[in-house]
């Protein structure tokens, strides 16, 4: 695979261009990100790619670090991938097919009617919906389908399971912003205009050593607030308690994440 990335740019221009709203969860924590979140499984992609005809263009909004991208490139001969974080777009997955933008999904740079397939992976919740949706409509192609996921916090065991909810919960409670509660609630209060569409069960797998959880525990955006305003790091703690269940800090565990999709198509104008 020429992984040469012909796609990826961004300019100050753009940079400036996105609108000052924007929340920048994500970018200090960017690499962390890249490195610990699990990934999704293929079958959903190519559950994805039967709910279109074409499969000429998909368009990835709030791409992060391109993940949801890359896979969508199996299915998709191009895959126009957004995220208003420069920082993600810098640390983006480069692939031929990808060509990476730095913009708010609200205001893409996209043709009228041109895109087959929409995918929002974890990021939907930050979006402003009229907009977004507004702008959906306008680059989908009639009969196009736009999907929309975020997933549950991480199954391991039951006492494991127990104290990462107890943190999720109590020790980051004040610190998750109102659109992670779109999250917590399985994005079950977000309006989605579209002809809904019934969707298959999905769960992400991954093997973690104790380290990786850590790892991805402390990618969560109320960590990041949690430190700013503390100066101390909430983890530290909370790494002690998993200690104590984990066994060998080298034993491997694995994690289950279900994800939590919503599918639908436009059915034109």
């Not at 279109?52 to 992060?64: I, K, L, N, R, S």
Request: proline share 3%.
């Amino acid at each position: 695979m020429n992984q040469k990335n012909t796609g990826s740019c961004f300019t100050k221009v753009q940079a400036r261009f996105l609108m000052t709203d924007f929340k920048d969860n994500f970018s200090k924590q960017s690499n962390t990100y890249l490195k610990y979140r699990p990934t999704y499984p293929g079958e959903l992609f190519e559950y994805l790619r039967s709910l279109t005809e074409g499969h000429d263009v998909a368009w990835d909004c709030g791409t992060g670090n391109g993940q949801a991208a890359i896979s969508l490139t199996k299915y998709y001969k191009k895959v126009y991938a957004t995220d208003p974080s420069e920082q993600q777009i810098r640390n983006a997955l480069p692939h031929r097919q990808i060509v990476y933008k730095v913009e708010k999904a609200e205001h893409s740079g996209l043709k009228d009617q041109s895109v087959d397939l929409i995918t929002v992976a974890q990021a939907i919740h930050w979006f402003n919906f009229d907009e977004f949706y507004t702008e959906a409509k306008r680059v989908l192609k009639d009969n196009g389908a736009i999907a929309a996921w975020t997933y549950s916090l991480p199954a391991i065991s039951d006492k494991i399971d127990n104290i990462i909810k107890d943190f999720h919960d109590q020790t980051l409670g004040e610190y998750w912003l109102y659109e992670n509660s779109l999250v917590i609630k399985r994005y079950s209060t977000i309006p989605f205009p579209f002809k809904k569409l019934s969707t298959p069960a999905f769960l992400m797998h991954k093997e973690l050593s104790l380290n990786d959880l850590v790892g991805f525990i402390s990618s969560w955006s109320a960590v990041q607030r949690y430190k700013s305003k503390n100066g101390n790091n909430p983890v530290d703690k909370l790494e002690t308690k998993l200690a104590k269940l984990w066994g060998g800090r080298n034993e491997v565990k694995e994690a289950r994440w279900e994800i939590i999709l919503k599918a639908g198509q436009n059915i034109g104008r």
